[in-house]
């Protein structure tokens, strides 16, 4: 079949025609997405432009949802540390108490204050927030990054602030000293019913320590000392145990050679010496002797100083991640408009496109048809 041939006008009106329908399509689909570049086809300088605006909004999208997440980790450490400072706060008020308590009521002090105390530790164990604690431990650490540049990083490193981290040790009673032995086991001293050190001997072997060089222990202001000869005992060998005040044990001078309940100043014949560790953590109080609870509201007072700069840094911490959190939001807002600008379609001006380019087309369809009344006049004729 050959070709159709077209007269030019009839040709002219037709590729008007057809130009003028690709414009109207075209027209209707920015409408239709809002876009005046859906793709690279449609403008690549433009759309990649925009892509890379994009992009960039996308990653620092990322980046926000990070830094919210640290805010909020951050935010239930400070607010756990406000909390263990009310609890440092009562057992303050608790301790000032005990200077004017007797009897049943200085004891029951003394119960309630390691009552609250352990709350402390509970209290920061609590304070953990999607497994990130920051009061709690000093091994974690909480990294937030700001962008995709490695320098654009936080660190915030964790403190211990329960009640081991802060310095505040047990309170204790400060009861009748006793101190008690076995054979070849263990010299105690202790408090009520609750050894506080413990003096253990172990193997067999000698050890000769005589009453010049002697075994002193210290603990703060409390020593343990214990004088002893090998198995050449003479009489006079005594041990003396200071505890604020000086008590001697000199009544126990019996001499011998075997290790035996009644040779007391072999208690210290062999070599090992252990102690219990909970001694260290202790502060022993006596009722009506405020010397005793002095130190430990110095305790407190320093425990309040050390919350105060802890949460002081963390909230400086809490007010970085905030700002660096809003600068984000509008950042991010700042690169979606741009990117806008470069592919959105102004809504009323492709409305006013697709009005004309109608009635462009309307005007084609006429054009076309009084081009082919002219061939069909030619047609005439031949009738």
């Known amino acids: 079949m050959s070709d159709i041939t077209l007269s030019a006008a009839v040709r002219g009106s037709l590729l008007s025609l057809q130009n003028t329908t690709n414009l109207v399509e075209r027209t209707q689909g920015r409408l239709s997405t809002g876009l005046s570049v859906a793709s690279a086809i449609d403008d690549p300088v433009l759309f990649f432009q925009a892509k890379s605006l994009s992009d960039r909004a996308y990653d620092f999208n990322e980046k926000k949802d990070g830094i919210d997440q640290g805010v909020s980790t951050v935010s239930a450490a400070v607010n756990g540390l406000e909390g263990i400072e009310e609890i440092v706060r009562q057992l303050k008020g608790i301790a000032n108490s005990m200077k004017s308590a007797t009897g049943t009521q200085f004891t029951d002090l003394i119960t309630q204050y390691a009552t609250v105390r352990t709350q402390i530790g509970e209290l920061a164990n609590d304070t953990a927030y999607q497994g990130v604690s920051l009061i709690d431990n000093t091994t974690q650490s909480l990294s937030v990054s700001f962008s995709d540049q490695t320098s654009a990083t936080l660190t915030i490193s964790s403190t211990m602030s329960a009640e081991t981290g802060l310095g505040l040790d047990i309170v204790s009673l400060a009861g009748d000293t006793a101190f008690t032995y076995d054979e070849r086991t263990a010299a105690s001293l202790g408090s009520d019913t609750s050894n506080l050190i413990t003096v253990t001997y172990q193997g067999t072997g000698g050890l000769a320590v005589n009453d010049t060089t002697g075994i002193t222990v210290a603990y703060g202001t409390t020593s343990l000392t214990v004088f002893a000869k090998?198995?050449?005992?003479?009489?006079?060998?005594?041990?003396?145990?200071?505890?604020?005040?000086?008590?001697?044990?000199?009544?126990?001078?019996?001499?011998?050679?075997?290790?035996?309940?009644?040779?007391?100043?072999?208690?210290?014949?062999?070599?090992?010496?252990?102690?219990?560790?909970?001694?260290?953590?202790?502060?022993?109080?006596?009722?009506?002797?405020?010397?005793?609870?002095?130190?430990?509201?110095?305790?407190?007072?320093?425990?309040?100083?050390?919350?105060?700069?802890?949460?002081?840094?963390?909230?400086?911490?809490?007010?970085?991640?905030?700002?660096?959190?809003?600068?984000?939001?509008?950042?991010?807002?700042?690169?979606?408009?741009?990117?806008?600008?470069?592919?959105?379609?102004?809504?009323?001006?492709?409305?006013?496109?697709?009005?004309?380019?109608?009635?462009?087309?309307?005007?084609?369809?006429?054009?076309?048809?009084?081009a082919g009344q002219a061939e069909q006049g030619i047609l005439g004729l031949f009738r």
Not at 274 to 294: H, K, L, M, P, R
Not at 301 to 324: E, H
């Open 230 to 370: 090998n198995d050449s005992t003479t009489t006079g060998d005594l041990a003396t145990l200071t505890n604020g005040q000086i008590l001697t044990i000199d009544g126990l001078s019996a001499a011998g050679t075997g290790l035996g309940t009644t040779d007391f100043v072999h208690v210290s014949a062999t070599a090992a010496f252990t102690t219990d560790a909970d001694y260290f953590q202790n502060n022993f109080v006596a009722e009506g002797d405020t010397s005793t609870i002095d130190p430990i509201i110095t305790e407190l007072d320093a425990a309040l100083v050390t919350l105060r700069s802890q949460t002081q840094t963390l909230g400086s911490n809490v007010a970085l991640l905030q700002t660096r959190l809003d600068f984000t939001e509008d950042y991010v807002n700042t690169l979606d408009a741009g990117a806008s600008k470069l592919t959105l379609a102004d809504l009323n001006e492709e409305g006013a496109n697709l009005l004309a380019l109608q009635t462009r087309q309307q005007l084609g369809i006429s054009a076309l048809a009084f």
